[in-house]
């Protein structure tokens, strides 16, 4: 019994379809090779088998990057609670020189 590759369930070939290797798929998403057989064996990534080497898909790397969902950074909490200090701080100072100005 054959075991089905996610390869072969890739539709087929179009003129003027993109392929890269796998290494040039990396440098378009920097991960893992590990990782690139991983995202083809979810279907994330498409790929095709030519002469015993394995051609991703340009179309289907800038899918990859169109799907992927926007960083949103934040402030770590330890830096948020120094800035904080810092604005207490400051409004505790501003607080005693009113004091010593207007006793």
């Known amino acids: ?17 993109k392929l890269v290797t796998i290494t040039k798929a990396r440098e378009r998403i920097p991960v ?3 990782q690139i057989y ?7 990534l498409r790929a095709r088998k030519v002469a015993g080497r394995t051609l991703i898909e340009v179309s289907s790397i800038d899918e ?22 810092r604005a ?6 501003a607080q005693n020189e009113q004091a010593t100005l207007n006793p």
Do not use: D
């Open 1 to 17: 019994m054959s075991r089905k590759s996610p390869l072969n369930n890739a539709p087929p070939p179009t003129l003027g379809m």
């Open 88 to 93: 207490t701080r400051k409004r505790l100072a």
């Open 38 to 44: 991983k995202l083809l064996g979810k279907g994330k």
């Open 64 to 85: 990859l990057i169109a799907e992927a969902p926007p960083m949103v950074f934040s402030v770590p909490p330890s830096v948020r609670r120094a800035e904080e200090a």
């Open 32 to 34: 893992s090779k590990a």
